[in-house]
């Protein structure tokens, strides 16, 4: 945070190469890059004195220093890593091309966390170009994409040539480690900040999550208006629930309980 007035780089610079040592980090790992930036104002620079004018310094150093993906001759192979929701297509499926070519109307499959195997068809086919998506036909080797029109897609799995089917290693999604209790809100505030007050909007909202947000949990209770969340940490649900508020939710949750 170089952009504020109480900044220190320095200082913290040394930490970090404090904490690497600690950890018994080797040259290769101690002798990493340095770039000092502001997002906020649009600017990076190598050297503090530097004229700060633009984000070309990091840019050029992810191109210089981060290598190129490897690419893999053979049939098709991608691995879902990430998953989105839309109201109108449903699941949308996040990940990256590791062999081959996806193509939106090649011959497909889907190989489940199971092991079971399905044919699939592909309906949109989008690859990311800064924060906006792009319709594509096709996706080579090496590059990240989104795709519609699987239904049953969910972390972990491959999309494979159907005729010749070959699962990647599969992907471990960690289990909850907090609990909390979301409940209407019942404060003598009730109605005063959110649109979305009712349980039925609550029940919603939170079973709306679970359709893209794989390592939570949502759990009736004996209270129609209370629903026990289950996440990764308090980051997760602190997350969740900031999302929640910003959608126009008004909601009351409890005190975080540790998962044995």
């Known amino acids: 945070k170089i952009d504020r007035p109480d900044n220190r780089p320095a200082e913290v610079l040394d930490e970090i190469y404090d904490l690497f040592i ?72 996040i990940g990256r091309v590791f062999r081959g070519t996806l193509k939106k109307n090649g011959s497909l499959c889907i190989i489940k966390r199971n092991g079971d195997i399905h044919p699939v068809s592909i309906n949109q086919l989008f690859v990311f170009e800064g924060i906006e998506r792009t319709e594509v036909e096709e996706v080579t080797s090496g590059d990240i994409c989104a795709l519609v029109g699987i239904e049953d897609i969910d972390i972990g799995d491959t999309i494979s040539d159907a005729e010749n089917p070959e699962p990647l290693s599969i992907i471990d999604i960690d289990e909850p480690t907090i609990s909390m209790n979301f409940t209407v809100n ?67 949750v409890g005190k975080p309980q540790v998962i044995f």
């Open 186 to 252: 019942t404060s003598p505030f009730y109605g005063k900040e959110g649109k979305y007050v009712t349980s039925r909007h609550l029940r919603d909202r939170l079973y709306k999550e679970l359709e893209k947000n794989v390592a939570l949990r949502v759990e009736e209770t004996g209270s129609p208006d209370t629903y026990k969340v289950s996440g990764r940490g308090l980051l997760h649900l602190s997350i969740l629930i900031e999302n929640m508020r910003r959608e126009g939710y008004e909601i009351c």
């Open 22 to 93: 600690d950890l018994n980090a080797n040259d290769a790992q101690i002798e990493f890059p340095v770039i000092y930036a502001s997002g906020r104002n649009g600017w990076a620079v190598k050297n503090l004195k530097d004229e700060r004018t633009n984000l070309v310094p990091l840019l050029d150093t992810i191109v210089k220093k981060i290598p190129q993906p490897k690419v893999e001759e053979g049939s098709t192979q991608m691995q879902i890593t990430s998953l989105d929701y839309n109201d109108y297509v449903g699941r949308i499926g």
